[in-house]
């Protein structure tokens, strides 16, 4: 038998790797482990490097064997992400939080309360009590030309630097990110159906227009 700490009115989530690992979610910071092949136990913890907030509790966990990939939902509308690490057969054994390495979270809304992997394309399902969002794993896009850098950070959202005049802007889109390209008098995004173009005017990157273009790739040069 095992004894929990917790909240008053929060359940408990927790989810079995392989048979053996069990991983609780219990309304706190960090997420419990439990080998039951070797009784050990261990946490891992939410980082504030990684944009999480003090005080910002996990709700729910699941595990993607397909991926190696461990989710879990928090409180401020977060998902936190591991990627389980396999031990080389040339060096000992990784063992304990040493097993998982921390990915870069999903920034959504709300109180997230449920998550689920499912569907033969390993998607993501999220409730935030308001809405269930269906999530699918892409690589993030970025590009540097003419001393502007571009990186996505979320599905919708880029740090756009232009280096030779120090701007630094966040462009959040209505759009899932699939591409972007970035010259020192624009920045363009795309869909993959729809592209957007977006200028510098002083404090923030304007709309300069949206069109229509089926394309997985583009490219900018002076105004073509």
Request: charged share 20%; aromatic share 8%.
């Amino acid at each position: 038998m095992v004894k929990l700490s917790g909240k008053t009115g929060l359940r408990a989530d927790i989810t079995l790797i392989e048979g053996s690992l069990l991983v609780m979610a219990i309304g706190e910071a960090v997420l419990r482990f439990w080998n039951l092949e070797r009784g050990e136990n261990y946490i891992l913890s939410l980082e504030e490097k990684f944009g999480f907030e003090k005080g910002e509790n996990i709700n729910c966990v699941c595990y993607c064997k397909a991926k190696g990939l461990l989710a879990a939902g928090t409180d401020k509308g977060r998902i936190a992400m591991w990627k389980r690490v396999a031990g080389s057969p040339s060096s000992r054994e990784v063992e304990g939080k040493d097993t998982w390495t921390p990915q870069t979270p999903t920034e959504l809304e709300g109180n997230i309360t449920q998550i689920k992997w499912g569907s033969r394309k390993n998607l993501l399902a999220v409730n935030n009590i308001s809405s269930i969002v269906i999530l699918r794993e892409q690589a993030m896009s970025s590009h540097f030309h003419q001393q502007v850098a571009a990186v996505q950070v979320s599905p919708s959202l880029l740090n756009v630097s232009f280096l030779s005049v120090g701007g630094v802007y966040n462009l959040r889109t209505d759009m899932h990110i699939t591409g972007v390209f970035a010259t020192k008098d624009a920045v363009a995004v795309w869909n993959g159906k729809h592209v957007a173009i977006f200028e510098p005017s002083g404090a923030t990157l304007r709309n300069a227009g949206t069109f229509l273009c089926e394309s997985p790739v583009l490219a900018m040069h002076e105004e073509n």
